[in-house]
């Protein structure tokens, strides 16, 4: 009786074995190495630089619709009638804009519509002096306002001295010292896209 029942486990774990289907693992183009590899196309031969020397001059304006008054002379022939279509639209006088034709006048909101020049040396001297003795009271604004004159020629009339410089800088390195990564990282990114738009890049 006892062998009946140490066989009957056995049997049954070979019975199960016999009858479970096989499966096989295909791999397919699901992960990143295979599916760059897939996209990774190479030029067409058009892109590639031929190692002919050409002498020809390659006309490639931008894309817009083609007219002829834009042809240069370069690209006609002396006998086209081209050119005296050109001539005559070059030297041609378009109609009088009026002001009403004209885009509206930009108004600078410092200097105001009607700029004074009311200032006096004498003013200029007393703006020194007070930037240069309390620098902390008379600030750019406050000179601007006691003067009735814009910030632009209270930075260029005179400058902070240079002890009052140095405690704001470290003024703004304790708050630069306080920034995480993110907002470190983010200034830099602004910095360096100020000056991308300066040299044209943007």
Avoid at 52 to 58: H, Q, W
């Amino acid at each position: 009786m006892a062998s009946k029942i140490i066989r009957r486990p056995l049997v049954a774990a070979s019975r199960t074995t016999s009858t479970s289907s096989t499966t096989l693992a295909v791999r397919g183009h699901k992960t990143t190495a295979r599916t760059k590899r897939s996209l990774a196309l190479p030029p067409h031969k058009s892109f590639a630089p031929s190692g002919e020397s050409m002498d020809t001059i390659i006309y490639n304006p931008p894309s817009s619709a083609a007219s002829v008054f834009h042809t240069p002379f370069k690209f006609l022939p002396k006998s086209d009638p081209r050119r005296q279509n050109n001539m005559q639209e070059l030297f041609r006088t378009g109609p009088r804009l009026t002001e009403a034709d004209l885009p509206p006048r930009l108004e600078v909101a410092v200097r105001g519509k009607t700029p004074s020049y009311h200032l006096t040396r004498e003013d200029a001297r007393e703006i020194q002096e007070l930037r240069r003795t309390d620098p902390e009271t008379w600030t750019i604004p406050k000179l601007a306002a006691k003067f009735n004159c814009s910030k632009v020629f209270v930075t260029i009339c005179t400058q902070a001295p240079r002890e009052y410089k140095d405690k704001l800088a470290k003024k703004l390195d304790v708050v630069k010292s306080r920034w995480g990564p993110r907002r470190t990282q983010a200034r830099e990114d602004r910095v360096k896209r100020k000056e991308m738009l300066f040299r044209g890049d943007l």
